[in-house]
């Protein structure tokens, strides 16, 4: 049996028809950078958020940096975040001068812990960026809480939570601003790079729309330091194809996980999930001791599994010196030795599944 980490070529299949006949639309009409799929995107987007703006744009770090960069974000300032997390969180930070502040997270769901955010708040904090870890929201209302009683923003960095629910609200319309990822892998891919940011706030929403386009308020016109941050018309138009099953993918994605949790309870310790939100398990992840040679046993066999991730932030030699860390991160740096993510995506079928926790408690001895 050959397994798949992520199934993209399954997806691809049962999608042939709509994806390629919204790449042909584009072929025809030519208009690749800014064409009529991007309005379209970005309309559907935020319906099925809740969002009054969405905004597309090049990839998940770009929606990122765009949203420090319409906060003005500058030299000097704070912007709390967790350190177990793709670097992407931390380097937009660092890109615009400013200091990623590095608070633990809970060691059950990897999210940032909310209970240690108010302790690292100084007067140079300008914004809070919690993570979605694995596709799960953190404790939102806690964080949002939080960052009311203190003045600041709060940026849910969604790259791997598109889908997902917190007490019946959409990840990405959460806080003031949310950002998500379409990088393949993504429960929400595209073919190439892509993102999104969603706000509420017109003034926002309009600053960055402007920084997106190098600046511009109109053509040839700069009110403000802006990128080329524009998410091109071909990679729209394959996530409008990937909408037309997305609800489904979402359904299984659940019930995937649901199952992997029941056929591992009791032998394999797991990420888990809150019981007040969902997660579309962008990652499905296990802790493990002893995880390379576990990893070594899993690969002979055929199973694939990765990493995500194996060096917290505060321990990358790029952001040792340009971060602070608030506490101790102990839990950041225990669980970065000990997680694990197997086979994850909605094509995934039940033989393949069971065959999957079969060989990973072999493989741990159990």
Known sequence: MTIQFIDLKAQY????SSIDAR???VLDHGQYIMG???AELEAKLAEYTGARHCITVASG???LLIALMALD????DEIITTPFTFVATAEVIALLGATPVFVDIEPDTCNVDASKIEAAITPRTRAIMPVSLYGQPADMDEINTIAARHGLTVIEDAAQSFGAEYKGEQSCN????????????KPLGCYGDGGAI???DDHLARAMREIRVHGQERRYVHTRIGVGGRMDTLQCAVVLGKLERFEWEVEQRLRIGTRYNELFAGKVSTVTQRPDRTSVFAQYTVFVENREQVQDKLKAIGVPTAVHYPIPL???SAYAALGRISGKVSSSEVMAGRVMSLPMSADLSRQEQEHIVQLVIEALGR
């Open 36 to 38: 009529p799929e991007v």
């Open 73 to 76: 974000v500058k030299p000097g």
């Open 61 to 63: 770090t770009e929606a």
């Open 174 to 185: 959460l806080s003031t601003i949310g950002c998500t990822s379409f990088f393949p892998s």
């Open 198 to 200: 969603f706000t509420s």
């Open 314 to 316: 505060h321990r990358q």
């Open 23 to 25: 790449i042909q639309q």
């Open 13 to 16: 299949q049962a999608l042939k």
